[in-house]
T-cell receptor, first 115, second 117 residues
Framework: AQSVAQPEDQVNVAEGNPLTVKCTYS??????LFWYVQYPNRGLQFLLK??????LVKGSYGFEAEFNKSQTSFHLKKPSALVSDSALYFC?????????????FGKGTRLHILP | EAGVAQSPRYKIIEKRQSVAFWCNPI?????LYWYQQILGQGPKLLIQ????????DSQLPKDRFSAERLKGVDSTLKIQPAKLEDSAVYLC???????????????FGPGTRLTVT
């Protein structure tokens, strides 16, 4: 069965510093991987995804994520954090091998960017 | 382009009452999802439609939850009767048709926050 883990409930970063939000996954086959962001009182917004190809994926708002197959990770990164990046971030995974599998979301990591 | 619309935004009901949520996906999006998001957790898929057919409802508590998408556009999710543990945000999402460029990208509505007392 597929699963996704976000080991940190909260991450605090000073504005201007680089940020990393961690995600690890488990699937039987190859993974499809996603990051979503949720701002207060708003629905989830798609940030980026890995389906195939280049391991470094670039997405919205200057975010990027690196697919690491050997470590089964897909950490979200940004070189220089903004206060406006403060939000709840969700990693999600789907097993590319199993057509019946659904997209599974992690429990989320709250990112606080300190001014 | 208009986003995914949901109503109502908030609903408070007593246990054993019934409630219905409505979703209008982005125009042209054939795939529609309903998720339940309990506080402190990630969204959990309840049901997925492809046009007006059900693709996955394996996590839908069918004894009390039902959903339909009769004309392949709007959808309603109903809970009858509600339990205290149904208190959550109910999210609707839709996905565009297409290849790898948009594969599995989901566009979410603002959600309906349900409180069962």
């Amino acid at each position: 069965a597929q699963s996704v883990a976000q080991p940190e409930d909260q991450v605090n970063v000073a504005e201007g510093n680089p940020l990393t939000v961690k995600c690890t996954y488990s699937v039987s086959g190859n993974p499809y991987l996603f990051w979503y962001v949720q701002y207060p009182n708003r629905g989830l917004q798609f940030l980026l995804k890995y389906i195939t190809g280049d391991n470094l994926v670039k997405g919205s708002y200057g975010f990027e994520a690196e697919f690491n197959k050997s470590q089964t990770s897909f950490h979200l990164k940004k070189p220089s954090a903004l206060v406006s990046d403060s939000a709840l971030y969700f990693c999600a995974v789907r097993d590319a091998l199993n057509r019946d599998d659904k997209i599974i979301f992690g429990k989320g990591t709250r990112l606080h960017i300190l001014p | 382009e208009a986003g995914v619309a949901q109503s109502p935004r908030y609903k408070i009901i007593e246990k054993r009452q019934s409630v219905a949520f409505w979703c209008n996906p982005i125009s042209g999006h054939a795939t529609l999802y309903w998720y339940q998001q309990i506080l402190g957790q990630g969204p959990k898929l309840l049901i997925q439609f492809q046009n007006n057919g059900v693709v996955d409802d394996s996590q839908l508590p069918k004894d009390r939850f039902s959903a339909e998408r009769l004309k392949g556009v709007d959808s309603t999710l109903k809970i009858q009767p509600a339990k205290l543990e149904d208190s959550a945000v109910y999210l609707c999402a839709s996905s565009p048709p297409g290849g790898l460029a948009v594969l599995y990208e989901q566009y979410f509505g603002p959600g309906t926050r349900l409180t069962v007392t």
